[in-house]
Nanobody, 126 residues
């Protein structure tokens, strides 16, 4: 069974950093572009970042550009989202998702993705 599991969330003060991990079981993550999404209470799920199968193509939402960095370690079957200079408005549940495609690009829209993790809570507060 294909599964994605996020980890690395937690409580951090404004200006702090967290690194989220998205690990796969049941399939090889390097065959899939991966998207990162977040959902704050009362808001729709939004695309934060994505990374192509090769890692050569990435996307960042304007709200996180310059602060978040996506990467992948295919040997560990894991994708990462490094989040720096965190702000209270970054507080949300963060999800990773994988898309079935042979194309070497990634997508920022939730409806493009086929497999989802359960999410990890990120809270930025003093």
């Amino acid at each position: 069974q294909l599964q994605l599991v996020e980890s690395g969330g937690g409580l951090v003060q404004p200006g702090g950093s967290l690194r989220l991990s998205c690990a796969a079981s049941g399939f090889t993550l390097e065959d899939y572009p991966i998207g990162w999404f977040r959902q704050a209470p009362g808001k729709e799920r939004e695309g934060v970042s994505c990374i192509s199968r090769s890692g050569g193509s990435k996307y960042y939402a304007d709200s996180v550009q310059g602060r978040f960095t996506g990467s992948r370690d295919n040997a560990k079957n894991t994708v990462y989202l490094q989040m720096n200079s965190l702000k209270p408005e970054d507080t949300a549940v963060y999800y990773c998702a994988a898309k079935r495609t042979y194309r070497n690009r990634c997508w920022a829209e939730t409806y493009e993705y086929d497999y989802w993790g359960q999410g990890t809570q990120v809270t930025v507060s003093s």
